[in-house]
């Protein structure tokens, strides 16, 4: 059995309710232009380059250039970026909040634009159950590029070996599994609480 000597959770997709179908979904309508949209122009890979620091400004001018016609849909992405947010996950806060009544040492790893981040903190308390939040756009890193783990690590000051990463993609899972953690890709937090039980850890 490992010894296991802290629990990091990702936050979109395990503890916040994120999706630019949120907001695109009023704006589009239509579900294959708006399909195409979330694919070829606000997508993805854009997207992440905000996560690993670029601003907001230069994005949406260099995007803008390319597509001027989708102008206004673009700005709105961030413009509007709180209609991406549905809230919480409540069965995932509720696993965070059972260990971290039993004492296990917890820790965030996100890719999230500096720009946005704002807009969740200091503003749910289970955040606060964190020792420590790495967020992307604040180091200029984003997972799966193992040098975010690498800055994680640092920062709980114990070998990946003796810790437990939940995110809910499986690329990010991956690298953090060929780095030495143990990885969960997250799908239930009835799933990922028995894999944390068969870990060994105490909750």
């Known amino acids: 059995m490992p010894d296991i000597r802290a629990v990091v959770f990702d936050f979109g997709g395990v503890l916040f309710d994120w999706n630019a179908e949120y907001l695109y979904r009023e704006l589009i309508p239509d579900e294959a232009e708006r399909r195409w949209f979330l694919t070829h122009v606000c997508s993805p890979d854009w997207n992440l380059k905000q996560d690993c620091g670029r601003a907001v400004a230069e994005a949406e001018t260099e995007l803008i250039a390319l597509y001027p016609d989708h102008a206004e849909l673009i700005r709105a992405f961030y413009g509007q970026w709180p209609k991406t947010l549905r809230g919480v996950l409540k069965d995932g806060v509720e696993l965070?909040?059972?260990?971290?009544?039993?004492?296990?040492?917890?820790?965030?790893?996100?890719?999230?634009?500096?720009?946005?981040?704002?807009?969740?903190?200091?503003k749910y308390d289970f955040l606060e159950r964190f020792r420590h939040i790495v967020v992307s756009g604040r180091i200029g890193m984003v997972k799966p590029d193992p040098r975010i783990y690498a800055h994680l690590l640092e920062r709980v000051g114990a070998p990946a070996e003796s810790c437990v990463f939940i995110d809910d993609n499986v690329h990010n899972t991956d690298a953090a599994n060929a780095l030495g953690f143990h990885a969960i890709a997250h799908r239930s937090a009835a799933e990922t609480a028995s894999r944390l039980r068969a870990l060994g850890v105490t909750f």
């Open 96 to 122: 965070l909040e059972q260990l971290h009544a039993a004492g296990v040492p917890l820790y965030g790893l996100t890719n999230w634009s500096a720009e946005t981040y704002h807009h969740i903190e200091g």
